[in-house]
């Protein structure tokens, strides 16, 4: 690709393209709110309508005058700035395909979604002490029952039956869900960009990304796709000749930033496995 074919819009459309497919932890999240981000420290307005009363009807019997519903809005503020820039050496790209460039975006996403998703399992320190559930020494023997509890808090938080829930793990509790699934005879799921099939009603996540703290507790999450809000902007894609080289540069700026909007909708399972 040379550089005076380069379309800043549609590279820029192969990126975040990309980067939907590389995600895992964002891809759980209510991306609704995103707008016109054009740097860090930006805000994204998130607003919501309160609850809608029921009432008795009664036949041939004038209503009350209509609820005025109530109007609430929160901020997302953009709080990450993460840039990328490299460049393919012109003796290189002469004896590529002309696939390339279509390899480096790839790389180049998947290096910004990995930095995204450690973002969004960054807030676990956000989450309701009332929604977190702690066990220490969590194994294949008493995972289903600790995730039953889990379910049962949002259960409480009148989270129904229907919501679609996302149970989000580390590797070594993957490995214990596993080990549960063939211990009740069932067939273990292919794993799918971080999809491990599903397991009591929600379906499991397992990513690297997951927090880990220092006494070595993981920080996964149980949660329904509206908890959190994520907004993103992908800024400043452009080419250009490097002075002092033969090649041709690539540069970009993602922003983003998000926030735990429905708190009673997410729980964190604090486990750390047993010796």
């Given at each position: 690709?040379?550089?005076?074919?380069?379309?800043?819009?549609?590279?820029?459309?192969?990126?975040?393209?990309?980067?939907?497919?590389?995600?895992?932890?964002?891809?759980?999240?209510?991306?609704?709110?995103?707008?016109?981000i054009?740097?860090?420290?930006?805000?994204v307005?998130?607003?919501?309508?309160?609850?809608?009363?029921v009432?008795?009807?009664?036949?041939?019997?004038d209503?009350?005058?209509?609820?005025?519903?109530?109007?609430?809005?929160?901020?997302?503020?953009?709080t990450?700035?993460?840039?990328?820039?490299?460049q393919?050496?012109?003796?290189?790209?002469?004896?590529?395909?002309?696939?390339?460039?279509?390899?480096?975006?790839?790389?180049?996403?998947?290096?910004?979604?990995?930095?995204?998703d450690?973002?969004?399992?960054?807030l676990?320190d956000?989450?309701?002490?009332?929604n977190?559930?702690?066990?220490?020494?969590?194994?294949?023997?008493?995972?289903?029952d600790?995730?039953?509890?889990?379910?049962?808090?949002?259960?409480?938080?009148?989270?129904?039956?229907?919501?679609?829930?996302?149970?989000?793990?580390?590797?070594?509790?993957a490995?214990?869900?596993?080990k549960?699934?063939?211990?009740?005879?069932?067939?273990?799921?292919?794993?799918?960009?971080?999809?491990?099939?599903?397991?009591?009603?929600?379906?499991?996540?397992?990513s690297?990304?997951?927090?880990?703290?220092?006494?070595?507790?993981?920080?996964?999450?149980?949660?329904?796709?509206?908890?959190?809000?994520?907004?993103?902007?992908?800024?400043?894609?452009e080419?250009?000749?490097?002075?002092?080289?033969?090649?041709?540069?690539?540069?970009?700026?993602?922003?983003?930033?998000?926030?735990?909007?429905?708190?009673?909708?997410?729980?964190?399972?604090?486990?750390?496995?047993?010796?």
């Open positions: 690709m040379a550089i005076n074919n380069f379309i800043p819009t549609v590279w820029s459309e192969t990126l975040l393209n990309n980067l939907d497919r590389e995600y895992i932890g964002v891809k759980n999240c209510s991306r609704e709110f995103e707008g016109d054009q740097k860090k420290g930006d805000i307005k998130i607003s919501s309508i309160g609850a809608v009363n009432f008795d009807y009664t036949k041939n019997t209503m009350s005058e209509p609820q005025t519903l109530d109007g609430t809005s929160t901020q997302l503020e953009i990450e700035s993460k840039a990328f820039n490299f393919i050496d012109d003796i290189d790209r002469a004896q590529q395909t002309p696939k390339i460039m279509n390899a480096a975006m790839a790389e180049a996403a998947a290096a910004l979604a990995d930095q995204a450690k973002y969004i399992y960054s676990w956000r989450v309701n002490g009332d977190t559930l702690t066990v220490d020494g969590v194994s294949a023997d008493n995972l289903t600790v995730l039953v509890t889990a379910r049962e808090l949002l259960y409480t938080n009148n989270v129904g039956g229907n919501t679609e829930l996302v149970l989000e793990v580390s590797p070594r509790i490995s214990m869900i596993l549960c699934k063939i211990s009740d005879g069932s067939t273990p799921d292919a794993i799918e960009n971080g999809l491990l099939g599903s397991f009591i009603g929600c379906k499991i996540y397992v690297g990304n997951i927090a880990v703290d220092e006494s070595g507790f993981d920080k996964c999450f149980l949660r329904t796709k509206r908890a959190v809000a994520f907004a993103e902007q992908l800024k400043g894609m080419a250009y000749r490097p002075e002092k080289r033969f090649a041709d540069a690539v540069k970009g700026l993602h922003l983003y930033g998000a926030k735990i909007i429905r708190p009673a909708e997410l729980v964190l399972l604090n486990m750390k496995p047993a010796e």
